[in-house]
Structure formats: C-alpha cells, structure tokens
C-alpha cells in the first residue's frame, strides 16, 4: 500500500549517494593543485557541477527510472547549496536568490558541457571549460586540456556503466592522472 513512499525514499537515499560520490570525486586535489582550478567556493562549485553534469547525462540514458533518480539528485544538490550558503552566513533573504543563480549556473554547464561531448573530438570541450571556468581568474594556470581529456574518460566510463549500477548509486570514476 505505501510502496511508493519506500520507492521515494529509496530513491532519495540513491540520490545522496551518488551526490556524495560526486564531491568526493569533486575535491580531488589534483583539479586544483595540478589542473590549476582555484580551490575556491567557486572552483569547487565548478568541478562538483561538472561531474554531476557527467552522472545527469548517464542518468538520461536510463529513460524514465534515471529521469526520476536525475530529479532526485539534482533537488540533493539544491539543499546542499542552500545548506552551504546558509553556513557561510548568507543572509536569510539572500538564500533563495544565490540558489536560483547556482541553478542556473548548472543548467548553463549542463548545456555547454554536452554540447562539447557530443561535438566530435575538435577541442570543444576544452574551450567550452575554458569559458565557463573562465570567470574563476584561473587564467593561463588553468589547463582546460587536461579537464577535457578527463571529462571525455569519465563519459566513457560512466557510458561502460550497467544500468544496475548507476541506478543502485554506485560510480566507478576513472583514474586521476596529474
């Protein structure tokens, strides 16, 4: 009688999960020490937007089940910015209009990243993440390249996934190299 309601929270326990798996991948010194992302908010905003950028795109895959789960996980992001800004002693006025920023900020890159992937291998992801991390003042210490490279290896390894998997949550990110 209450299925659905052990499916939502399921679902939602999925959601965290992958949301964890995420900025765990996200904090990866290597983007900020080797791959000159500034270990900022911001820079750490960009690198979590980008690989749940990457797992929203393998969630599409799975039609309606990952439709649901990419809901989840992105309303699992949306509290954890709020909670995050509300932490840095955001005003509470102020909360709702930085969150609908972020949200826009993630539709942006979800758009400019998956243009890029789909786009044949002509260094168009490297530009698209080049202009959308462009804004962080990183400049010249920024290799756009080596972010690009990554990315394309974690589409193809997020794409290897079974269905299975990435429905139940579980991840297998590719290597860092620095």
């Known amino acids: 009688m209450l299925a659905w309601l052990k499916t939502r929270i399921d679902r939602r326990r999925t959601?965290?999960?992958?949301?964890?798996?995420?900025?765990a991948r996200a904090r990866a010194p290597v983007f900020y020490a080797a791959w000159g992302v500034p270990d900022t908010a911001q820079g750490r905003f960009e690198m979590i937007a980008l690989h749940l950028v990457l797992v929203l795109r393998r969630l599409a895959a799975?039609?309606?089940?990952?439709?649901?789960?990419?809901?989840?996980?992105?309303?699992?992001?949306?509290?954890?910015?709020?909670?995050?800004?509300?932490?840095?002693?955001?005003?509470?006025l102020a909360v709702p209009r930085e969150v609908k920023r972020a949200a826009a900020a993630l539709f942006d890159r979800h758009?400019?990243?998956l243009a890029s992937l789909d786009a044949p291998n002509d260094g168009s992801a490297s530009r698209a993440i080049g202009a959308e991390l462009a804004y962080l003042g990183a400049g010249e210490a920024l290799d756009a390249d080596a972010i690009a490279a990554y990315v394309g290896s974690c589409a193809s390894a997020l794409d290897a996934e079974s269905a299975g998997s990435i429905l139940a949550g579980r991840v297998a990110w590719p290597p860092l190299a620095a």
């Open 15 to 23: 959601a965290r999960s992958l949301y964890g798996s995420i900025v």
């Open 62 to 92: 799975e039609g309606r089940p990952g439709e649901r789960l990419a809901r989840a996980l992105t309303e699992v992001f949306m509290v954890d910015l709020d909670d995050a800004m509300r932490e840095m002693t955001f005003g509470d």
């Open 111 to 113: 758009r400019a990243y």
